[in-house]
């Protein structure tokens, strides 16, 4: 889970953040951020998954999160 | 008093939390180390990439910066008039290490085997004194390495950092699964670390050697943890950019279309108008934009040439006191500054200010020889902090051959790689006189690695070392002879060039052979003293392949 499953969740994760992040006053925020920040997107989702007390919480955690952001992509791609 | 202001956040973990942390350091480290270890090695020799190309390259000219050149405007224009209208779209110039000129007119095609937009042209070197064409380079110009290298060793020591020269997108990927690697390590040596401060100032204890090895690996952890976690983090940044995080983004953003956010994030907005429109004096919008920013030219590009919508985007290194490159913009019909423009969309913006700072923090080069210097030791204490954390994890499952013979793969990858390295650099210098150095010099490494991997297997284990040691030495202690032996620039040429980096590498070496000999005298003798007393005792040697503590 900290690996492979967490750099799929914070690949997820970036992909999704253009549909709610703001894009700021100079319009390019929603889509610099998320490909500046997915290193360290990743690394927040691995710090939880290996220094969680409960291990099993943690993977539920980040899966329903992948989940989620799985599904924010679809419906946005397919509205789009 | 230390005590209260220690960062301990071991003792908020429970013994289940420190277990688990230690696996998963200790397996990533083990199961991706080695492969690591290339990419930091490699990584911190070309901290200085731009030197060893000056101090490699041979057939220097006196180099100038674009800003310098007296004449740029006219050897631009003159390609330009030449180039049929189809390959303006783009001219893009940057002076080499040579002290060339290049100029490359092109347009976007669709590459055949990437699947995406690249540049398609002509590209020029030239000589920026009287504009004669020294070498020319058609179609996908950037595919053919010598068309923006000048040197063979930098740009494949380059390649082996950014991809380990696997085929893209895969060797990106894989540093970029390096970089997380790096973070990973780091995020739990920091967390499983007791006394965080002050094992930045506790030397280590001497005697007992797996304790001794714990505590230089923990001593040069604590100096490289903020480093690497910063370098992971940037590195993993280069590697997936280009290959994951901008698609996926441009594919939620811009519906897959990379060009259109390839645009909104670095291209300056205009107004698309063809009408044709004549082009200003290039030399005076570049004077102009130096006078405005500080820092030298890196970089010229100029968008539409002859038309009224034609743009000059001057690139600039970072002034003093700055950390981020800065970016100029003209309008070509009549050289008027449109205003300054940030790396990432056309006002400032956190992502700007973030994407600026990505640059210097990987690369060290904010502060000129100083900082990069100070990268270069902090990678180098990297480099070690690898090799000892899996000498622990060896030491402590040393009684299993299977370990004993993942120890020998530790040692032979430590110090065959640097070896391998300079087998590049020696097949580069002959094939740089006599053949075809973006061919040898690759070869030169993989022959090299073979061969230290063969000499590594056969030789004995307790004299492996130092004899490696030896051979390095050698190798350092003879690469100038060899690169001046095959017509490189010497040291007379150097200082007439303004070449600092030419006689300070060849010292380098010197300085680095010199010490290499003395650390295997040294090792040499630490193995007879322990063949003696082994002897003594009717005991059996330690066959661990250890260097002197």
Avoid at chain 2, 282 to 300: C, N, P, T, W
């Amino acid at each position: 889970m900290a690996g492979p499953g967490t750099i799929i969740v914070a690949l997820l994760f970036t992909m999704a953040m253009p549909f709610w992040m703001p894009s700021g006053a100079a319009g390019v925020n929603h889509v610099a951020l998320p490909v500046i920040l997915a290193p360290l997107v990743w690394a927040v989702f691995f710090v939880y998954a290996v220094a969680a007390e409960n291990i099993a919480r943690a993977a539920t955690a980040i899966t329903g999160i992948g989940v989620v952001t799985g599904a924010l992509i679809l419906i946005s791609l397919a509205g789009g | 008093m230390a005590d209260r202001i220690e960062l301990n956040p071991v003792e908020k973990l429970t013994q289940t939390q420190v277990k688990r942390m230690t696996a998963v350091h200790g397996w990533a480290g083990t199961i991706l180390g080695l492969v690591l270890y290339v990419v930091i090695v490699s990584g911190t020799i070309v901290v200085f990439g731009h030197e060893i190309s000056e101090w490699s390259s041979g057939g220097t000219r006196v180099h100038q910066e674009l800003s310098d050149m007296s004449n740029l405007d006219g050897n631009v224009r003159a390609i330009a008039e030449h180039t049929s209208k189809g390959y303006l779209d783009r001219i893009t110039m940057f002076t080499n290490s040579r002290g060339e000129l290049a100029v490359f007119p092109h347009t976007q095609v669709m590459h055949p085997e990437d699947q995406r937009p690249k540049a398609y042209g002509s590209l020029y070197n030239l000589d920026p004194a009287t504009g004669e064409t020294i070498r020319r380079f058609d179609g996908f110009a950037f595919d053919d390495e010598e068309s923006h290298h000048t040197s063979a060793l930098e740009d494949f020591l380059v390649e082996l950092h950014v991809a380990l020269y696997v085929p893209n997108p895969w060797g990106s990927i894989l540093t970029g699964i390096m970089g997380l690697l790096v973070m990973a390590t780091a995020i739990t040596g920091f967390l499983m670390h007791r006394h965080l401060f002050r094992d930045l100032f506790v030397a280590a204890r001497r005697g007992e050697r797996l304790v001794t090895t714990r505590d230089r690996h923990i001593l040069a952890a604590s100096w490289s943890l903020i480093f690497a976690f910063l370098l992971g983090f940037t590195g993993s940044f280069y590697s997936f950019a280009g290959t994951v995080t901008f698609p996926l983004v441009s594919k939620a953003a811009f519906g897959g279309d990379r060009q259109a956010m390839i645009n909104t994030m670095f291209m300056p907005p205009t107004k698309i108008d063809t009408t044709p429109a004549p082009v200003a004096d290039l030399d005076r919008m570049v004077a102009q934009s130096v006078e405005r920013m500080g820092g030298s030219v890196r970089f010229v590009q100029i968008l539409n040439w002859g038309r009224a919508d034609g743009r000059m985007r001057i690139f600039h290194t970072p002034n003093d006191g700055g950390l981020a490159f800065g970016q100029t913009i003209f309008r070509t019909s009549d050289g008027k500054f449109l205003g300054e423009k940030p790396i990432v969309g056309s006002e400032p913006s956190l992502g700007a200010d973030l994407y600026g700072l990505i640059h210097p923090l990987h690369f060290g080069d904010f502060a000129g020889v100083f900082s990069k210097s100070v990268w270069v030791g902090l990678g180098t204490a990297m480099a070690y902090v690898i090799i000892s954390g899996l000498r622990l994890w060896v030491r402590r499952r040393e009684d299993e051959v299977l370990w004993q013979h993942f120890g020998r793969a530790v040692t032979i990858t430590g110090f065959g790689l640097p070896l391998a390295m300079l087998a590049s650099a020696w097949a580069y210098f002959p094939a740089l006189a006599f053949g075809d150095p973006f061919f040898w010099t690759p070869i030169g490494f993989f022959a090299g690695a073979a061969a230290i991997i063969l000499f590594g297997a056969l030789s004995d284990a307790d004299r492996l070392i130092p004899r490696l040691l030896r051979l390095l030495s050698v190798g350092c202690l003879a690469l100038p002879i060899l690169r001046l032996g095959f017509g490189g620039t010497g040291w007379v040429d150097a200082a007439d060039l303004n070449l600092g980096a030419v006689p300070a590498l060849d010292m380098v070496f010197a300085l680095i052979g010199v010490g290499l000999w003395f650390w295997a005298s040294r090792t040499d003798a630490a193995t007879n003293d322990r063949a003696g007393a082994a002897g003594n005792t009717g005991g059996i040697g330690h066959s661990t392949m250890e260097p002197a503590e």
